[in-house]
T-cell receptor, first 111, second 112 residues
């Protein structure tokens, strides 16, 4: 069956360092979404990637969808304390296109 | 402003009691979802509804029930059959079933 892993589970960085989280699938994904959840808050939608090889940017955040649509990444340049939270990927695959969530990457930023 | 409203923000349940969590959206979205999140964990799908008067079980539906009588409303009842109900409950909606989801602020349920 399909397996998608989100890595790493945790990441601790110094403010100003870069950060990357990955979602890797064993099968082709229809699309992938990224969300951010601040501590104590609710997930907030960041971006949707649909096309093979797609790259989208939001200020210091860069989102990529692999050429084979089997992996995706979220990269934050020069992290700030406001980036603290858990980043989740969510994907759709298969005929029923059911949405499935990754387990998340928790980011801690030392000021 | 359009959005999703969950109430109450905090809820306490006594043993053997059913409680109902409210979720209302004015985004005109067809699809609505209920998730459960335990501390430090991801989101697990309880129930979802793609259209009014229709809903399907998610991955952890046992001990929960829902209704979808109106497009705007998708209440979740945590029944006494749910033996470990303490968690953060999140309601979400999307314009279509496989599209990005918008979340309410959540309800934190605890056992007295």
């Amino acid at each position: 069956g399909q397996q998608v892993m989100q890595i790493p589970q945790y990441q601790h960085v110094q403010e100003g360092e870069d950060f990357t989280t990955y979602c890797n699938s064993s099968t082709t994904l229809s699309n992938i979404q990224w969300y951010k959840q601040r501590p104590g808050g609710h997930p907030v939608f960041l971006i949707q990637l649909v096309k093979s090889g797609e790259v989208k940017k939001q200020k210091r955040l860069t989102f990529q969808f692999g050429e084979a649509k089997k992996n995706s990444s979220l990269h934050i340049t020069a992290t700030q304390t406001t980036d603290v939270g858990t980043y989740f990927c969510q994907w759709s695959a298969g005929n029923n296109r059911k949405l499935i969530w990754g387990l998340g990457t928790s980011l801690a930023v030392n000021p | 402003d359009g959005g999703i409203t969950q109430s109450p923000k905090y809820l306490f349940r006594k043993e053997g009691q059913n409680v109902t969590l409210s979720c209302e959206q004015n985004l005109n979205h067809d699809a609505m979802y209920w998730y459960r999140q335990d501390p430090g964990q991801g989101l697990r799908l309880i129930y979802y509804s793609q259209i009014v008067n229709d809903f399907q079980k998610g991955d952890i539906a046992e001990g929960y029930s829902v209704s979808r009588e109106k497009k705007e409303s998708f209440p979740l009842t945590v029944t006494s059959a749910q033996k470990n109900p303490t968690a953060f409950y999140l309601c979400a909606s999307s314009i279509a079933p496989n599209q990005p989801q918008h979340f309410g602020d959540g309800t934190r349920l605890s056992i007295l």
